[in-house]
T-cell receptor, first 112, second 113 residues
Framework: GDSVTQKQGQVTLSEDDFLFINCTYS??????LFWYVQYPGQGPQLLLK?????NKGISRGFEATYDKGTTSFHLQKASVQESDSAVYFC???????????FGKGTSLVVHP | ETAVFQTPNYHVTQVGNEVSFNCKQT?????MYWYKQDSKKLLKIMFS???????VNETVPRRFSPQSSDKAHLNLRIKSVEPEDSAVYLC????????????FGPGTRLLVL
């Protein structure tokens, strides 16, 4: 079955640091890949997504590249802010599949 | 802008009681979900409905039962709560095939004493 792996449970940074959150996936097809962000007290919301038609997703300074060779979809941001503190989920959906697959989430803490 | 609404926000109850959570989406989507999120933020899918039909039913205890009156509403009933049911229950919706993005509600936090 499909799987998504986020190895980092928590990442702690200072403002203006570079962010890198690891995500790898396993599937038999070419799915749509997502990053969702969950702020405290809220449900997850879409941060960015990438389909097989395009390689990179960019949103609010975050970017992720769909690498079919290494089956990775790492999230990066050049300079984080304290307001980026949240939980980040990597996810995939295969076309027509009702059941999305989520990673375990990575908690980002950014100190001022 | 909230488009997936959940009630209540928070519920405290005793072991053995019955609880019901409500979810409504105004996005015109055809598929809705219930997820359980534990204290470590792990998201576990519980159920999914497409046009009022149950299509995903993960291995959850029988005391959990979803109910859908139409494609905009999906409720969750827990017949006799246990301490391990304490969690945040998230409702989500999606239009199948249209970008496949899920839209989540704010969640219902359940505490079982």
């Amino acid at each position: 079955g499909d799987s998504v792996t986020q190895k980092q449970g928590q990442v702690t940074l200072s403002e203006d640091d570079f962010l890198f959150i690891n995500c790898t996936y396993s599937t038999t097809t070419y799915p749509t890949l997502f990053w969702y962000v969950q702020y405290p007290g809220q449900g997850p919301q879409l941060l960015l997504k990438v389909t097989t038609a395009n390689n990179k997703g960019i949103s609010r300074g975050f970017e992720a590249t769909y690498d079919k060779g290494t089956t990775s979809f790492h999230l990066q941001k050049a300079s984080v802010q304290e307001s980026d503190s949240a939980v980040y989920f990597c996810a995939l959906v295969e076309g027509g599949n009702y059941k999305p697959t989520f990673g375990k989430g990575t908690s980002l803490v950014v100190h001022p | 802008e909230t488009a997936v609404f959940q009630t209540p926000n928070y519920h405290v109850t005793q072991v053995g009681n019955e609880v019901s959570f409500n979810c409504k989406q105004t996005l015109g989507h055809d598929t809705m979900y219930w997820y359980k999120q534990d204290s470590k933020k792990l998201l576990k899918i519980m159920f999914s409905y497409n046009n009022k039909q149950l299509i995903v039913n993960e291995t959850v205890p029988r005391r959990f039962s979803p109910q859908s009156s139409d494609k905009a509403h999906l409720n969750l009933r827990i017949k006799s709560v246990e301490p391990e049911d304490s969690a945040v229950y998230l409702c989500a919706s999606r239009r199948l095939g249209e970008g496949d993005t899920q839209y989540f509600g704010p969640g219902t936090r359940l505490l079982v004493l």
